[in-house]
């Protein structure tokens, strides 16, 4: 089973919109999410674990639970429209891994800003 062109122009879409202006997630925490999404074998599964981690984070920053609670909100989207579990769980894995792609990218800009 694979993501067609339009479905991965649309799930890279959210992950820009999640990121924007947003103080996130470790990046090693996203990745881990997309990982989860692809060894899970149900999206309850996966729910289960990432509202897990979003009321055991230890961030006292706002920003970061807005972002958390925001993506979960996304990905309950996915589910809501995408009926099989695997094309689901597919499509959150690739969110995931899409926004590692552009959270690493955005550190290293500003990284370069900073110097």
Do not use: H, W
């Not at 947003?22 to 990432?50: G, V």
């Amino acid at each position: 089973m694979k993501l067609n062109a339009q479905e991965k122009t649309e799930l890279i879409k959210i992950a820009s919109e999640l990121l924007q202006n947003r103080n996130t997630s470790p990046n090693a925490q996203i990745r881990k999410y997309a990982s989860l999404a692809m060894q899970a074998d149900c999206y309850d599964e996966f729910e289960n674990y990432m509202k897990y981690q979003i009321g055991r984070s230890s961030s006292d920053e706002s920003d970061e639970l807005q972002f958390l609670d925001q993506t979960l909100k996304k990905v309950m989207e996915i589910k809501s429209a995408e009926s099989n579990d695997s094309k689901c769980l597919l499509k959150i894995a690739y969110l995931f891994g899409v926004m590692a792609r552009e959270k690493q990218y955005k550190e290293k800009i500003e990284k370069n800003k900073n110097r």
